[in-house]
């Protein structure tokens, strides 16, 4: 008896050992992602003359100090990101996708709304009072932090003094700007100097954007309620670039290439829009010393405009499912989120004009630029940063603008502003009906 | 104890046999399962890969579908033919143109193709791309390179062009793949510009990433042999001279087996037209293998299979086998202890019967022994109760002749004393069949004896007769006294030399012990051993000589009885019987 008790026992024993073995062979997975050992991020972001060049400079202040960590930065254009992300957050699927990645603010509501789940909390690497005020609202969701903010987008007339001299302007002439007087200028350079005013994109109304968001208002009201028919700043805004175009002191450009080519080839006279381009226009080393910088012109016909606008800017967010979100985090707080040094070397190498308060401190910053014969423009930005208004963006600002650049293209060619912004509220309204 | 485990042991040989067995039995059944599944594999996987290749091919060419359809769109759109015109535009036209052109091409592009780039130059360096990225390469390079070149040489079809890096700014570092084509005025066919659809090639590798694995690798092979796209970034831009790739390709199947370095490959081919190219599908059959049987773990199931069954192979044999090597020790120790000991009657039922055979075998020995120890008694008794029988007739014919004599002489009184002697002689032993007699009747046969013996060879030699009180009585093999008195009579004193026999009768704590002394010649070693030995051929009373004295008593009494004769040359010979002392019983 005692014997088949041990025989049992000892074969129930091997069974039990077989079907573990054989289990763990089937469910043995493989699991690819939050591997310790694998220290490498992926950085995603658009214009390789900005972006690129402060990835890359904060990869080597990072990699100082962490050796070990690979960084690898992408170079994209802003289509693809936006492509890309949303075609891979909504499948879920994060093979390929980066850990850290620059967005847009106008974007940065839709993808924390439509992905909260998706970007890391990054409350622990740095606190909204850190940042410029009017930045901050954009990167949070739920009181929570999402993003970091980077550039500040603030608006300014960049403009080649030799050629307003030379139309028989200076530069007093373009401090308190309103485009009225831009057109007025523009014709003049165009007669004496043969060059266009700026470069006009028909598929690009960022233009409207800046003159809108100088007079405190939105393709959004404060709701978040589209508001195109009676937005009088946006009626006003569209009148301005009407008179602009029709002024006949505008070049066409169908593209980024021959918006930077423009200026740089010396076609145009001036560059009105963020502080971001700064660096496209220094690429012109010839030019060094033609430049100056004044304030964003304002809308005459409209009493709420100010000197004072922004466009674009953007912040860095983490993916926290693409596997690295601890080293991504890391990588943030120790350069991004904080690093003085960073800003200041920035600033001498892109013009970066950063969101981050301390960043003031750098000296850099109160250095008078060569480029822009001796004027010190970062003590103008930071100025007019501080002026401009701050307005909601909504979640749809682009699914609005694709409708707003058709009837924009409308109202240039000749039609009723009323009744084709009227039109537009409707599609507008269908657009972005959740 | 000898615990330890032999090599020639049972033990050990049915562990090997087991271990070898399981071993084998795994061994041929997992090559056998193994042989039998790979070939199943090896088909199904390359008829499922078949399909997953077909869809590259079909998505492959949906992709320069749309393409084509994009370059359409552009070669038929106003807005792109007078944008590349040379010359000033009023504002309103040309910022409408510029619209006209962006939104044209927005809807020739399908909306889930998001990762290509439209670049369209003019043959006066006007230019357009479709991204918010600078051109980065000259326009006259552009225009002057070999994707350009061999647009304009083919200019009725998309040519497929890859190249190191791209023409813009996000692809500058990156290897893109490139469509190039010409566009042509339809009546002069003169080209006026060129279209440029760009795709990173790690982009363009989604086409085929769901068929690639470590097992499986993919080219995209122009005409010329050179790899456009693979999975394995090394080959691309170099010339692919595998063999297999092209026998393949003559083999004109889509699925083609074949074998390289003792690798077993499918290769799946299809030829791309529109791309110019030939799409490969290598698949290393071992390798996909591999992941279908984790060789590690199958060793482990059965090593730790075939370890249980040994050690149970181990327990149950040798619970089988202990009774059997007890009984092995045992039966070897039996010679030592007489054959008395039993086997336990224990372990499995064959070891059981086993035992109980052995144990009755051995009872069956020790009894034939026994009774055939009995039978050789008793015929040794019946050999010498024979010999006691027979009264020497020569004795006899001597004994009355000298009687003759005496009455003859006409001495009566000592004639009728010898026959009387002679006749109680003759009853004690003739008449008298039984084996023991008493000490006393012994002593008087003797004294009869010597009174015949004296009648007929004078009174030179005298016989004396000292029997300790107590011993009367014990009881004594007939005539087992006599031969040595004989003997004393015949060879202890020749040359008619007087002398004196004397017979001694006491005890010896539980044995009587009986001595005949003579004071005779004696013997040397020679006569005693003879006397021992072999019967002399001196005239004897009975058949009985001395030699069998020693025989009988130890056949009676034991081994450890006996007698022994201690002699000295010119002093004498005494002889000294020794047998347990008991009291007769009538």
Redesign the interface.
Known sequence: MK?KK??AV??A??MA??IA??S??GLGTVKAADDASDKTLTIWA?D?AFNIVAANEAKEIYQKENPDAEVNVV??????IV??LN?SLSSQSYDGLPDIVLIEDYKAQGYLTAYTDEFAELDDVAKPDDFAAYKTGVNQADGKMYGIPFDSGVAATFYRTDYIEEAGYTQEDMQDLTWEKYIEIGKAVKEKCGVDMCT????DIGQIRMMMQSAGSWYTDAEGKVSIEDNQALKDAVTEYKNL??A?I?K???????F??AFNNGEVASVVTGCWIAPSIQKAEDQSGKWAVAPFPKMEINDASINASSIGGAGWYVLKNVGHEELAKDFLAKTFAGNVDLMNQLVKDITLVSTLNTASEAPNYSEGSEFFGGQKIFDDFSNWTKEVPSVNYGMHTYAIEDIM?EAV?AI??GADMDSVLGDYQIQAEAAVAQ | MRRGLHLNSMVVRILCTVALGVLSAAAIISAIVIHISTDIFVDTYGKSQEQVFRQIENDLNDFHENLMKIVNAVDSSWAFHLYLEDGEQEPALSFQTVYQMDSDLEKAIPSNINDISVMVIGMNQKSYINRAETITTPKGEILAGEAAVKALDNPDSIQYYMAENGYTSTTKESRVLMAVKALCFLESKEPYGLVFITIKEEDFEKFYKFFTSDAAEFYLIDSSGEVISSNDKEVIGRREEKDYLAEAAEAGVLRYQTKEDGRLLTVLNTDMPYFACRAYGVIDNGKALDKLYNAPQILLICAVIGAAVMVITLLVVRQTTRPLSVMVRKMSGAIDKDLKEHMDITGSEEVQELARTYNRMLDDLNSYITKLMEIQKEKRKAEISALQMQINPHYIYNTLASIKWLIYEGDTEKSTRTIDAFIMLLRNTISNSDEFITVGQEIENLKNYVLINNTRYGDRIKAEYFVAPGCQNCMILKLILQPFVENAFFHGFPSEMPGHIQVFAERDGSNLRIQIVDDGVGMDQGRLNDLKGKRTKTEHFTGIGVNNVDDRLKLVYGAEYGISIDSTINEGTTVTIIFPAEEFKA
């Open positions: 014997v041990v025989l000892m074969m024993g091997t050992m077989g073995v054989c763990d062979a658009w390789e170079t994209m254009a802003q289509d693809d492509a890309k075609t006009l994109d028909p598929s175009v029709d006949g505008t066409q450009v169908a593209d980024w290439d021959q930077v080519g650049t293209q240039v060619g």
